[in-house]
């Protein structure tokens, strides 16, 4: 997954400026206690982040 995938689909999910608040300030424990932003910034694979982020807020199957 390319970064400009996590983000079609964050911004799918959450809406555009709701994301963006979501990755900025959002601590996901799944990212080792990071946001989204701090996550991507530390190498973390969008891959990875998206799956924390849909175990985080138990989004369903078909958007994994």
């Avoid at 530390?42 to 982020?53: L, S, Y």
Wanted: aromatic share 10%; with cysteine.
């Amino acid at each position: 997954m390319r970064i400009s995938q996590l983000w079609t689909r964050m911004y799918d999910q959450f809406g555009e400026s709701y994301a963006e608040s979501l990755a900025q300030d959002y601590v996901i424990e799944g990212l080792g206690s990071r946001t989204v932003h701090q996550a991507l910034a530390d190498g973390t694979p969008p891959k990875e982040v998206w799956r924390a982020v849909c175990d985080t807020f138990d989004l369903p199957a078909a958007v994994r």
